[in-house]
Structures are given as C-alpha cells and as structure tokens.
C-alpha cells in the first residue's frame, strides 16, 4: 500500500484482488474467507478492496462473473469451427479441460463455492452453464445438418438433451480430475469424452440410434 | 396428535416426518424451512420431530440418507444382471431416470439443497454419488470383459473415467427434466443416453477408439 500502490492503475489493482479474491474463495469457502485475507493476499488494505469492488458479496459476484467469461471464452476461442464436426468436438472438449485443469481455483468457485453458498450466485453459474449448453447445442445441430440426416432427422429437443447430457459428462470428468483423485490430463479427459460421446453421435447421425429392443 | 397420534408406531411416525422434511426441504431450502412447518407438514407436534429426530442437521442428515438409499436402491434394483451390457446400461439409466422423475423432492434436497447448505451435508451427497460412480464402473467393466476387447484393452482408468462421464451425463439430464425446462421423460432421458453412451462404448469395446488424428 501507501505511495507505490496508488501508482498502479485501478483495472489492474481490481484484477490483482480478483487474483487474491479467487484463490482465497476456492481454499477457504465463501462464507470462511475474510475480506483481511484477501486484502493481505492481494497487497492492499482492505479499504481499498471496499473502494473498488464495495462488498464481499460484490467481489464474490466479481470472481463468479470473471472466471465464468473466461471459461466461457477458452472454449469458444479453443473450437475449430471450420473443421469437421467431430473435430469441432474435439478441439472445444480440449479447451474446457485444459482451462479448468489451469484454473482450478476458478472452477472450485464456480463449481463448489458458488453454488454452495446459493442464491443469488448459485443464479450466475446456471446462467454460464446455460450458455455453454447452448454453444455445444449450435455445434451438434450444425453437425446433424452436416451429416444430412434427414431420415431419422435429429429432433430439435434431442439435441438440446444431448448438449446437456455432454456438458454433464465434461464437468463430472473435470470435476473428478480437480479432485484430485485421478491424474488425467486435459487431453485425456477430452479423449475419454470423445470416445464415449462422438461415436455415439456419430451412429446417430447416421440414422442408427440405439434401440432397447435390438 | 394427542391420544391420535401415540398409536401410530415410531418407524411410520419418523417416515411420516422424513416425508414432510423432504417436501418442505425441497420446496424452501435448508435455511427457510422452519421446524414448525416440518411438523406441521407432518401432522405431528414440534417436540415430537424432536424427540425422534434430535435436530434439524440431524433431520437433514436423515432425509439425505433416506433419498440416497432410495435412489442407489432404485438403480441397482433396475439394473438386468442377467441381460446383454447394452441392455443392463439402458435398465439401469431408465431406473435413474424413473426414480428421479418420480421423487424430484429428492433429487432436489440431494442435488440442491443438500450441496447447497455445504459440509458436511455435502460430503453424504459426494459418498452416494461415489457409490454410483463405483457401480456403474463395475457394469462398464464387466461389459468391456464379456466383449473380450484384449486388444486396445480398456484400461482401468478409462473405465473409471467412462463411469464418471456417465453419471456426470445422467445428473445432468436428470436436473435439467427436473428443473422444468424440458417435459422429457425418463425413457426418453434413457435413450438419450443410450445413444449418446452406448453406441460410443460399444465402438470402444470392439477396439474402435476415436482419435483425433483420423
């Protein structure tokens, strides 16, 4: 603090306190972390925290907001939208994983923390999710439509269901690898849910679903 | 209550209680729901809840486990032991779907509620679902043997992986059937899975991996 901290510009000092905010959040809990804590971890006095981001609750909602765009981010700048579909798949599959297994701390707050301490943050990360849902969802439709399977065609609410059930597995799989009881790596993580999800789709874009009566 | 309610035995009385705190639960959360609704909800006086069941944590704690146990219970008895492993898969998601769907009280205090308040609640959620992670590996497991994919083995900790993706995928169609946003039911949530699971699994067990380079 003092002189030379007044000389860092304030976009800076806010995200050094987002940095300090995250990383206290996701190893102590919302409710246990203290404003002193993340003061202290972020170099500045905890007025300064109050000036900038106004309350615990406002900086939580920082921390939500900001890893929530930025995994929201990593994935999109991660797919390859002029490649095949299933590459497409593939390359947005390793970027989810290789972001969260980089950002474990922002994954614990979205994940644990946020939805642990409820309404109103618990709102947010179901608005990130939904976003999510809905980019996979544009990707397997524009799949199905590359495949042209009009026979069969796959129904709108099925696609939805897909996503859905996509981003389940991707998060289960990334929730198990931050827990740290298995070592997989992104690219391992992203492979499993290839082989479990693509050739499935693939099958169904074919116009062979599985059927309980086969 | 009064000369009433003393011949109703103590095992009823306390389902009678569990059944009450698994609504109100589920219908106002953890911290809202009030003991006086509980047993009014219940039909029984307040002393009585707690007499039998000591505390609203321990009430909690109770309807926690009583909804896991039904819910690991309904999936274990769905399941057809004796069928085909795409057959056994397809038994056991539409036992998970159909309990869901048929107790979303439940599902509601275990996937919301119950994560939501935090430890140690959690930790009882985190148990059952490592429960099911652990089962389901065993019909992955199982069904990879009976293929006898020797080569390209699925190795142990692609299985474990396989299962987390699962019931990662399955938790998320489940919430989203639940959460009102998509009348599915719990066939159809199966068939989706089934189809985006099974035909993936299968090409897998026949040593067909996907990759990223093809």
């Known amino acids: 603090m003092g002189a030379q901290g007044k000389r860092v510009p304030r976009a800076v000092r806010e995200q050094q306190m987002l940095d300090a905010a995250v990383a206290t959040f996701a190893r102590r809990g919302y409710r246990a972390a203290s404003m002193d804590e993340i003061a202290e971890a972020a170099g500045v006095s905890k007025p300064l925290v109050y000036l900038y981001l106004h309350s615990k609750d406002d900086l939580f909602t920082a921390c939500i907001r900001r890893e929530a765009a930025a995994l929201k981010a990593a994935v999109r700048a991660a797919v390859e939208l002029d490649g095949p579909a299933d590459r497409q798949l593939w390359s947005g599959l390793l ?37 999510i849902v809905e980019f996979v969802r544009g990707l397997i439709a524009a799949a199905a439509r590359d495949a042209d399977c009009d026979d069969g065609d796959l129904a709108e609410r099925e696609v939805a269901a897909l996503a859905h059930a996509l981003v389940g597995a991707a998060e289960s799989l990334a929730g198990r690898a ?19 999800a693509w050739s499935g789709l693939a099958n169904l874009m074919d116009g062979r679903p599985w059927t309980p009566s086969r």
Chains 1, 2 share one sequence.
């Open 178 to 196: 931050l827990g740290g009881t298995a070592a997989s790596s992104g690219r391992e993580n992203a492979a499993t849910l290839m082989n479990f």
């Open 95 to 131: 970027g989810f994983f290789e972001h969260t297994a980089a950002h474990p701390d922002g994954w614990t707050v979205l994940y644990s923390q946020a939805r642990t301490v409820g309404e109103p943050f618990a709102d947010e990360v179901a608005a990130m999710r939904a976003e």
